[in-house]
């Protein structure tokens, strides 16, 4: 009998979702939508029959049973027993084959490349929805789809833009933020925790109980998923030779790994790769004490009792049992059993980690137990012992190499001192790539190292157009028009980054073509930069600025202070002590400066560069149209510029860091922005939510800072109101968890002596009140706690049992973020 049918196949996902981007490309939103829209059910429709069809026949063919025909096993004559075995595997095989042949087609239907599997785990589908649903004005759904793809992409600039402006827009509720993914058993675990911190006991118990079933439905699913194709990972398909048993050992084993790694799959937070630790355990946790506050003490035993399967020698709980069993009368607690499915479920994932240690052991195939509560002798005491040393032979290497790196750190350090300062002159003279520049200053001729003036780097023409640039945005622009310099009173000071210029140029407010000119020149002076002084690596934008500076006329009367005083770009210059220290607040991460001067009709405002004593000037230069100053970032380059006293002075700054992860962030999404007005497709879109891109933005983009500026004008210290909003909108939960980090810290700080106590209680709450009733009451523990005194006792206000050190260290992590945004600024 053939039991797969050829014609009844589901639509296979990859090729809708090759449709969808297809129709995209056209601007078929229609088409889109429905393509995507069918993708995504049919993944889920495909992972379902998956699940169900090894469920299902899993419970038809179980090997429990003898099958009936092949006889009673003669004793001693193995093979019958065999066939037996065999018998049902294949009957087995032949049950799941027909049943996803019946609902899905055939399986090399639904055989999906690896790349569009990723595509679907990064929510990229939901990114194109986004923007078809916007487009035929489905505002609810567009919110939805942009939500669901941010939780699993935090990092995407767009989509966070994307959703403070949906946020902004008329007719958006906050309830249609909703993720779309979301899975059911953390969905109610989520849920039940935010209940319970607010004490609100009752209503948690309900969702840790929903969480605590959609566990393990979801956990049954993760697990019959993961009887899938043997994965050759690290194998040769061409020399991968086993033999029956051990082909058929490797693949069980496989499959095994797999299950239990659902502990972690089921774990994991949404939009992150963050689990909660000791998951499923922390249900009863939480259970037990929301039952103890509802005053349900045969549940809240119940719980204890699940709790205690887990963790046996947990003192806390083993106390709050105690208590509660007082409570509710001794005889009557002993009736009490933990639940059922939990110890079926631990049976059944002892006697999988002890075949898979066994694996270990015997083969070699690597056991990773991701499970925090397995007791120590499951693992096998060789194994043990293995690790141990292993661990030892690690932590010595650790050592080790960490010495040999310092030594070597030292040994570097010694010959840059000596070579240093000649081999950077040696490096320096590259070409300067194009035939119309001329190199007319070097180190040599500027009395110092890795320096240099370039000319004719930009035309008369462009110089011009930047210029325009400059006062146009300083007119359209928000706050620099007649702002007092933060370098001289004498002087006022306008400037505008590449990605204002290009916003403010979408807005039709300066000619986008000059704002386009400004990126693409700025990119010439970086090129230009790298190839002159021969880096070996990259030169990455660190900030770039337009900058003008224009002399008060009134203002000049008597005047002895520079227009910008003598510094260096990347340490702060100690003059009076001739030195230089390379710590925050200065851009330490920057490497490279570049000045590019756009004019000359002024007087004065001549660049210059001095001895570590910011007083002897070592070289002068006169600005010009298309000349460039260009000078390593360090304390070899201490800078400034003489008082402009008459006029405007325009030039370009640019800074440049050797480390990509200082990459400016605006550079990035000037870029983006540029790509986005060269589409054609985007041309009616381009104030409207970003569009997704075959290769959306790299999520795990280090956070670099947004804007930054040499020095920062007061008035313009909050030059990062776009990150700022855009950390709001992205949950009040974070921006929260940072306060209660901060206030942790502060309070640790402020009360040391308290703190261990307050934690105390707040891991285990009930048990200090257990205790403190029984000895107060005097009398036997069973009748000390009633009804009454529970009653009494104060709101478990920090009463999380378990805060997991996972959430810890986010917390940690978020406070120490929020650390480094006020460095930054
Ligand atoms: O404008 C100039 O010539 C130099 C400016 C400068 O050194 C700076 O902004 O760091
Ligand atoms: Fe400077």
């Known amino acids: 009998d053939t039991p797969i049918n050829l014609n009844a196949g589901l639509e296979p996902y990859d090729l809708l979702f090759d449709n969808a981007v297809e129709a995209y490309y056209k601007g078929d939103w229609i088409s889109v939508i429905l393509n995507m829209e069918r993708a995504l059910r049919n993944k889920g429709t495909v992972r379902r029959v998956r699940a169900h069809c090894r469920l299902s026949c899993a419970n038809q063919t179980d090997f429990g049973e003898p099958v009936p025909g092949v006889g009673v096993p003669i004793p001693g004559s193995g093979s019958v027993e065999d066939l037996s075995f065999f018998q049902k595997i294949l009957k087995r095989a032949d049950c799941v084959n027909s049943c996803e042949g019946e609902k899905l087609g055939h399986p090399s239907l639904h055989k999906i490349s690896e790349a569009v599997e990723l595509e679907f785990r990064k929510r990229t589908p939901y990114n194109y929805l986004q923007v078809a649903y916007f487009k035929i004005n489905k505002l609810d759904k567009a919110v939805a789809a942009a939500h669901t793809f941010y939780q699993a992409n935090p990092d995407h600039l767009e989509m966070r833009q994307n959703l403070d402006y949906y946020r902004m827009m008329a007719g958006v509720k906050e309830t249609d933020f909703k993720d779309l993914e979301a899975r059911p058993h953390m969905e109610e675990f989520l849920e039940g925790k935010r209940l319970y911190s607010a004490d609100d006991f009752a209503p948690s118990v309900d969702h840790f109980e929903g969480a605590v079933t959609e566990y393990f439905s979801a956990d049954l699913e993760c697990r019959a998923l993961c009887e899938g194709a043997y994965d050759y990972d690290g194998y040769n398909y061409l020399e991968y030779s086993a033999d029956l048993f051990q082909a058929m050992t490797d693949h069980y084993i496989q499959v095994l790994n797999c299950k239990q790694n659902c502990v972690v799959d089921l774990a994991t937070l949404p939009g992150s790769d963050k689990t909660v630790e000791d998951f499923l355990p922390s249900h009863f946790n939480y259970l037990q004490f929301s039952y103890y506050n509802a005053e349900n003490y045969e549940k809240a035993i119940e719980c204890s009792k699940t709790y205690l399967l887990f963790h046996p020698e947990d003192e806390v709980m083993v106390q709050n049992l105690a208590f509660y069993s007082a409570t509710l009368g001794e005889d009557k607690a002993a009736g009490i059993t933990a639940r059922e499915v939990v110890q079926q479920y631990i049976k059944q994932s002892l006697l999988e980690k002890e075949l898979l240690y066994f694996a270990y052991e015997v083969f070699g195939i690597t056991f990773v137990d991701p499970d925090k509560w397995t007791p120590t002798d499951v693992m096998p005491l060789k194994l043990r012992e293995k690790q141990k040393v292993e661990r030892e032979t690690a932590a010595r290497i650790t050592e080790e190499i960490g010495n040999l790196m310092k030594e070597i750190e030292t040994l570097v350090e ?112 970086r090129k230009v930069l790298e190839s002159y002084f021969r880096l070996e690596t990259p030169l990455y934008f660190s900030y770039t600025h337009l900058v003008c500076r224009s002399a008060i006329d009134e203002k000049q009367e008597g005047r002895e202070d520079l227009s910008h005083p003598v510094h260096a770009d990347n340490c702060l210059l100690v003059s009076e002590l001739n030195e230089c220290i390379k710590e925050p607040p200065a851009y330490t991460h920057r490497d490279y400066s570049a000045i590019l001067y756009l004019n000359d009709d002024f007087e004065g405002g001549n660049f210059l560069f001095s001895e570590l004593d910011a007083k002897t000037v070592t070289a002068v230069v006169r600005p010009q149209c298309g000349r460039v100053v260009g000078f390593g970032a360090g304390k070899e380059n201490p800078h400034g510029v003489k008082a402009v006293t008459k006029g405007q002075r325009c030039a370009v700054a640019l800074w440049f860091t050797l480390d990509p992860r200082h990459t400016e962030k605006e550079r990035i999404q000037a870029e983006d922005l540029l790509k986005m007005f060269s589409s054609p497709l985007d041309a009616e879109f381009q104030r409207s939510p970003s569009e997704p891109k075959p290769k959306p933005v790299q999520s795990d983009q280090p956070a670099t800072e947004t804007a930054e500026q040499p020095i920062p004008e007061p008035g313009k210290q909050a030059a990062k109101p776009k990150q700022k909003s855009a950390e709001k909108a992205d949950g009040k939960q974070k921006v929260k968890q940072s306060d209660k980090a901060k206030a942790k810290a502060a309070e640790k700080k402020d009360k040391p002596a308290a703190k261990k106590n307050a934690d105390a209680k707040k891991d285990k709450p009930p048990v200090k009140k257990a205790a403190a009733d029984k000895s107060g009451g005097g009398g036997g523990g069973g009748s000390v706690a009633k009804a009454t005194d529970t009653k009494q006792r104060p709101k478990a206000k920090s009463s999380e049992p378990h805060k997991d050190s996972q959430e810890r260290r986010t917390e940690a992590s978020s406070a120490a973020d929020s650390e480094k945004d006020k460095d930054e600024l």
């Open 414 to 525: 010694e010959k840059n001192k000596d070579s240093g300062e000649l081999s950077k002159v040696v490096r320096e003279g590259g070409s300067v790539l194009y035939d119309d520049i001329t190199v007319t200053m070097t180190s040599k001729s500027l009395n110092g190292s890795q320096r240099v003036v370039l000319d004719n780097v930009i035309t008369e023409d462009e110089c011009r157009e930047l210029h325009r640039l400059s006062n146009t945005a300083a007119m359209m622009g928000d706050g620099y028009r007649g702002k007092p310099s933060p370098h001289s009173p004498s002087e006022m000071f306008q400037g505008v980054t590449v990605l204002k210029a290009l916003k403010l140029g979408q807005e039709g407010k300066v000619p986008l073509k000059s704002a386009r000119l400004f990126f693409e020149l700025s990119e010439k002076v």
